[in-house]
């Protein structure tokens, strides 16, 4: 809402001319404007969804949230699941939420690959979450909510799905492609997201430019497993 007070307007006309009404009305104005923000400031933070920084902030008080990091969005987000608790949890819940927090996306592939892993041991009283890579900079959030759904008498452990030895062996990837990565890249960061073509890998596969030129763009812009799959499936068919 937009407000432009004019406050002279409602001044008799023989009364608008006068210089002491103008001073008056002028300075008056500003502050009919401020108090019509106030009111539509107000209205907008009875929702989450609407709400301003300022009644973020004063909901993340009352629930005693502690926003570090978070955007705005993650912030409004971590509120409405404040909100909407309902005890007793089940484990469809407990996966609803999950799945609103980091579900699944599409790799360069077109495979589903899933936001996350949900492990329930009930003879052992532990539930264990690991949190795909993509979904990292939620790994707090989740972690507290979590815990406020967890029963007390169960052992909660939120942690990152960190790659491992057979993620590295799935994309086959050679010694002289993992040593152009960073031991915190090969661990921490989603591989799909590093592994792009460079110049230097096209030297290290002594292509031609003829054996380029059989190959799209996209084939060379995407990770180097697709690329060297492309360059077998080239061969393979001249081959034959």
Not at 165 to 184: H, N, V
């Amino acid at each position: 809402m937009e407000n432009q007070t004019n406050l002279i307007n409602y001044l008799p006309e023989f009364l608008r001319d006068i210089r002491e009404y103008k001073a008056l009305t002028t300075a008056e104005d500003s502050e009919i404007d401020f108090l019509w923000s106030g009111v539509e400031r107000a209205f907008n933070d009875q929702t989450v969804d609407t709400a301003t920084e300022y009644g973020i902030s004063r909901l993340e008080k009352i629930m005693n949230i502690n926003p570090k990091s978070m955007n705005i969005d993650e912030r409004k987000t971590e509120i409405k699941t404040r909100l909407g608790q309902q005890l007793p949890y089940t484990e469809h819940t407990l996966r609803n939420t999950l799945n609103e927090f980091c579900g699944p996306r599409k790799s360069k592939h077109h495979e589903i690959l899933d936001g996350y892993k949900l492990e329930i041991l009930p003879e052992e009283y532990i539930l264990k979450v690991l949190i795909s890579l993509w979904n990292k900079s939620k790994k707090n959030v989740i972690d507290a909510m979590i815990r406020q759904m967890c029963p007390a008498n169960m052992l909660c452990i939120v942690d990152l799905k960190y790659n491992t030895y057979g993620d590295l062996q799935k994309l086959k990837l050679s010694y002289e492609r993992l040593g152009k990565l960073t031991y915190k890249q090969v661990r921490e960061d989603v591989l799909e997201d590093v592994l792009y073509m460079a110049y230097e890998d096209l030297n290290d596969l002594n292509l031609t430019y003829g054996e380029i030129g059989d190959l799209t763009h996209n084939e060379i812009q995407v990770d180097y497993t697709s690329f060297v799959d492309a360059i077998c499936t080239e061969t393979n068919s001249d081959n034959t």
